[in-house]
């Protein structure tokens, strides 16, 4: 696990600075991200997005640019039994289609993109 985050601090030191509008369509893109479907970007919530996780809204406000990079990164580090999935590692999956096998989800730029959205996300 260390030689992994070590790999993903690595490219993330590669990746371009995140940028806000690209995030913000990765967060609505329901084929790519898929964070609406477990999360909605207010606390009062949307009929069209998801209830099962945390609201999106002031999150910055809670987790560190660092910690919203490792936890979209790989979740399963703080909690091994989320549901969440793990966007840039490729470590212990299962039921994989063969098109996504050894390919995380997400490019580092679009972590950064996603990270530069969500710290922008008012409370």
């Known amino acids: 696990m260390r ?25 609505a893109d329901r084929t790519q991200s898929l964070c609406l479907l477990c999360h909605s970007l207010t606390a009062a919530g949307d009929a069209n997005q998801g209830n099962l996780a945390p609201p999106l809204a002031g ?3 809670r ?12 979740m399963r580090r703080f909690n091994p039994a989320t549901v969440m999935p793990p966007f840039r590692s490729t470590e212990g999956l299962r039921d994989v289609a063969p098109t996504w096998a050894g ?3 997400l490019t580092e730029q679009q972590l950064d993109d996603l990270v530069a959205y969500l710290a922008a996300l008012p409370p």
């Open 3 to 27: 030689a992994l985050l070590a790999l993903l601090l690595a490219a993330s030191a590669q990746a371009g600075p995140g940028d806000v509008g690209r995030g913000r369509a990765l967060v």
């Open 59 to 61: 999150v910055a406000a």
């Open 63 to 74: 987790l560190t640019v660092q910690g919203l990079r490792e936890r979209i990164a790989d």
């Open 103 to 105: 390919r995380p989800a």
